[in-house]
């Protein structure tokens, strides 16, 4: 199909900045892929990229379904990307972080996470240290230090990376993760998970905007005629 945008589209293009990708391989999306001959195949998304928009897939088959599970309570998504303009601009690097929680007396410890990135290498990736890391870890500063430091493993970039920008690129994921850790430590408090959630963190007021979201203000416009009396 020309001049049409699809989900299927996006996702088998494979592009290393996409938008979607970082958030299936967050989300545990599974991509159902058919051939006339052979069936259906079920490939979960983190498996599913292996190269610069290459995919796993075969000449003969196509993309007829994703299915994304269900959220949990105490389960939370976010979605991050940074481009050079705000409107109809190509992503420096994207982001789809998903983080499960375990609340025991009062404490959040981290019982499942995925980090997916885009723009960070030549297709999307994940970070399985980093997230091995988290597992079992209290949702405090401690356990944010040791995530930063271990992104910029499991994130490599030389500094003659195709598309430059190597230290604005590792700081947007350093970046993101950090958002991801406000917004996590928001919902939990407001979801009554966790009382003084921001706290626990090491959060003050003037770092719980760092989750916000921008919101595209209403588009306006204005039309100019003459009316013409008599005609």
Known sequence: MRNVSSIGGNVCTGSPISDLNPLWIACGATFTVESLDRGARHIPAGQF??????????????????????????????????????EDDIAIVTSGM????????????????????????????????TQALLIGKPWNDDTLKLALASLAEDLPMAPDVPGGMCEF???????????????CSRRLEADGLVG??????GLDA?????????????PKGAQYFQIQVGH
């Open 98 to 129: 998903r983080a499960r929680f375990d609340v025991v007396d009062g404490v959040a410890t981290v019982s499942e996470v995925v980090l997916g990135y885009g723009g960070m290498s030549f297709k999307t990736v994940s970070c399985p240290k």
């Open 169 to 183: 690129r590792r700081s947007l994921a350093n970046s993101f993760f950090f958002k991801f850790y406000v917004d």
């Open 49 to 86: 990229f292996k190269g610069y928009r290459t995919c796993d897939m075969k000449p003969d088959e196509i993309l007829t379904t994703i299915a994304l599970p269900l959220n949990r309570r105490g389960e939370y998504v976010r979605e991050f990307k940074q481009s050079h303009r705000r």
């Open 206 to 218: 003037a770092d719980v905007s760092a989750a916000d979201r921008f919101h595209r203000p209403s």
């Open 196 to 201: 003084n959630a921001l706290a626990a963190a």
